[in-house]
């Protein structure tokens, strides 16, 4: 077998699982409001993949890393693929809920994608193969949305069985293609409770004290964010009585805007400007941008809104991870990499019950005031952050 073979194979996964997620994720609210759920529920449904990732990632990671990086990424995707097919059929919130929580638990083969990169790439091609797969997560989330939001207009639940049957057809083009990447000589035994504890992860993060205002800059940045994709269905619906079709469509721009910011912006910018520059001005058009979405009337304006906030989020997400890195030693880039994992995964948990209680306890707009609030905060955690330690530029 070519070394292609492998590399394509993990392509194809990550784009076919982020279109798959793309298709469904943006109709969730929308599929948990034909049960009579309100906001609170599409972001507590939020909520619950996260933690599911939370609880899960540094499990299958282990379980990769013992009994080899195939069988986890098939058991993953066939996983994948039930709980597609369960929020296909689901005809209560529970089993709706149950699909939710079955996708957060196997939707860890991301992870495991990447460390099977690592694995049969030399360190000279290995950016290449991690670009490979950043390249497979855009795409994936550009076309996901754009196709969900067309199979939408025969009925909410076909973008899910679709979903579904691209993800069976990928678990069996990997069984009779994907070779195991992870020699048996070279797999490690499981790790300890200790090893995968998130808290201690978080605690031994928040240790080093160069970057703790950067982490919480990361902390309510997410969580700024972290609510709107849960939220954004039931707000365009409300506000200017959007389909699931337009939903789809406004999601898979987003996704455009994005691919464009980090793949072609950003580097243009950041060798002009600068890491520190890029962080502060990225959070504030974030805020602004969050604040706008709140006062917008007009649906078109969602578009050049939105295009102004992953302009913001594009500056500054890099900028901030970059500069967190800087301040860590070689040595400490692991523990680093699993606490700003645990950091990311909290926001991902918090911030969808934060949008969900706001736009039903105080006004539909409410989500995105707070969201403002929460990038206001995150840069004057940013600005004390690198006032505190100048960072290399």
């Known amino acids: 077998m070519s070394n292609r073979s492998p590399l394509t194979f993990i392509f194809i996964t990550v784009f076919i699982d982020l279109m798959g997620y793309g298709m469904v994720i943006p109709l969730l609210p929308l599929i948990a409001q034909r049960q009579d759920a309100g906001a609170l529920v599409a972001g507590a449904l939020g909520s619950l993949y996260a933690l599911m990732q939370l609880i899960a990632g540094p499990i299958l990671g282990a379980l990769s890393d013992r009994f080899g990086r195939r069988p ?61 797969v950043g390249a497979a997560f855009g795409l994936g989330l550009m076309a996901g949305p754009a196709i969900g939001g067309v199979l939408s207009a025969y ?3 076909v973008p899910a069985f679709f979903a579904c049957a691209l993800t069976l057809s990928n678990v069996a083009f990997g069984f009779f293609v994907l070779p195991e990447s992870l020699p048996p000589e070279k797999r490690n035994r499981l790790q300890t409770w200790r090893a995968l504890n998130w808290i201690a992860q978080l605690i031994a993060v928040f240790r080093i004290a160069s970057i703790r205002l950067l982490l919480l800059a990361t902390f309510t940045l997410n969580l700024a964010f972290a609510g709107l994709q849960t939220n954004f269905p039931l707000f365009s619906q ?3 009585n959007w389909d699931a079709t337009r939903i789809g469509i406004f999601f ?5 805007c994005a691919v464009c910011v980090q793949g072609i912006v950003y580097g243009w910018i950041q060798s002009r400007v600068g890491e520190r520059r890029l962080a502060l001005g990225g959070l504030g058009l974030m805020m602004l941008s969050l604040a706008a ?24 997400i890099p900028s901030i991870t970059g500069l967190i890195s800087q301040r860590v030693s070689s040595g400490e880039q692991g523990r680093l990499m699993g606490g700003t994992q645990v950091v990311l995964n909290l926001a991902l948990i918090f911030g969808p019950i934060i949008a969900g209680l706001a736009f039903e ?9 707070i969201g403002s609030a929460f990038a206001l905060i995150a840069w004057m955690f940013a600005y004390l952050g690198l006032r505190a330690r100048p960072a290399r530029e």
Request: glycine share 12%.
């Open 72 to 132: 986890i990424l098939l058991i993953c995707l066939l996983g994948t693929a039930i709980a597609y097919l369960i929020l296909g059929l689901a005809n209560s919130l529970a089993w709706i809920f149950f699909a939710i929580m079955l996708d957060g638990i196997t939707g860890g083969n991301l992870s495991t994608a990447y460390a099977y990169i690592a694995d049969v790439t030399p360190n000279e091609k290995r950016a290449r193969g991690m670009g490979l």
């Open 155 to 157: 009925g909410l639940s």
């Open 238 to 240: 409300a506000r200017f």
């Open 252 to 256: 898979a721009f987003v996704g455009v």
């Open 293 to 316: 979405v709140a006062i917008a009337r007009d649906d078109w304006l969602m578009y050049p809104i939105v295009a102004l906030g992953a302009l913001g989020s594009g500056m500054s």
């Open 361 to 369: 306890r105080i006004d539909v707009a409410a989500p995105y005031w």
